[in-house]
């Protein structure tokens, strides 16, 4: 449960160091998950700040993640950059990104584009793919909204990805020829890699991938009004659907090998979101 009282102050302090540093607020925000950190060096006029000095975000301790922040231009488009979150595995506390969030949405975002590293549950999305998430499945049932007051904690999520944005990348994959798969990505909360049993029941649910972050965020960016958009890179097989011994070791590895591809994408669509209207108003 969040104690909104507390975050509050350390949101006011956060806000007060992203305006001293950067000024007003790009449009657009991109958490960058597992294999999709190759984004930063596409980032012109790249201003750093580390997450250690914004009180309201956390401190992940996970592999592969930096923990700072990255604003810059990609073409016409500016961006901050999240290189790190916090995942529910680190702490079972399913909160850990309400503040960098709340900050993002008080300073001026309007977009949060999420990037992870998932399993893939279909032999269409074979590893080194990408996939657009255009839904998702809670698995543990778990909410960052639990204790939240009023009415605003009843957030809609039928379309939890936005449309527009959804269209967007696929329109950005056809200019460029990427090779884009689509579907719904089910959020189990590890930090263990699932059972064969257990992706043979998300498969039945609908699922096309698996992994342990994005839900959380998407809950938590609805309810402050960010508009989402989320990519997954397929890292591995999901369990019982190869030979492969499933680690977090080979999800970096596989995740690096195809993380240029990926991070070029990503800049595509970052760029090509300074042409939508409705985030000019």
């Not at 596409?42 to 009180?55: C, D, F, G, K, N």
């Not at 990255?70 to 529910?88: N, P, S």
Request: hydrophobic letters at 45%; glycine letters at 10%; proline letters at 5%.
């Amino acid at each position: 449960m969040i104690d909104n009282k507390a975050l509050d102050a350390k949101i006011d302090a956060t806000l007060a160091r992203l305006n001293s540093q950067f000024g007003a607020a790009p449009a657009v925000a991109v958490v960058l998950g597992s294999g999709w950190s190759g984004a930063v060096s596409l980032v012109e006029q790249a201003q750093r700040l580390s997450y250690a000095e914004l009180p309201a975000f956390p401190q992940p301790k996970v592999e592969g993640h930096v923990n700072e922040i990255v604003l810059g231009q990609i073409g016409a488009q500016r961006v901050v950059m999240l290189r790190g979150r916090a995942h529910t595995y680190e702490s079972g506390d399913c909160t850990g990104m309400a503040g960098a969030l709340r900050s993002l949405k008080r300073w001026g975002v309007k977009v949060l584009l999420q990037t992870n590293a998932s399993g893939s549950l279909r032999p269409s999305m074979p590893p080194g793919s990408l996939m657009l998430i255009n839904d998702h499945i809670n698995a543990p049932q778990r909410s960052p909204l639990v204790g939240e007051p009023g009415s605003e904690r009843f957030v809609d999520m039928n379309q939890a990805y936005d449309r527009e944005l959804l269209a967007n990348a696929r329109q950005v994959a056809a200019q460029t020829g990427q090779v884009l798969g689509e579907g719904v990505y089910c959020w189990a909360l590890g930090p263990q890699f699932e059972t064969p049993a257990e992706i043979r029941m998300f498969a039945a649910w609908g699922a096309d991938a698996v992994g342990m972050s994005t839900v959380p965020e998407t809950i938590l960016a609805r309810h402050c009004g960010l508009r989402v958009m989320g990519l997954a890179l397929m890292t591995n097989m999901a369990a019982g659907l190869s030979e492969e011994a499933l680690t977090h070791a080979l999800t970096l590895q596989q995740a690096q090998a195809s993380g240029e591809r990926a991070a070029g994408f990503l800049a595509a669509v970052v760029a090509s979101l300074a042409e939508l209207p409705s985030l000019q108003a």
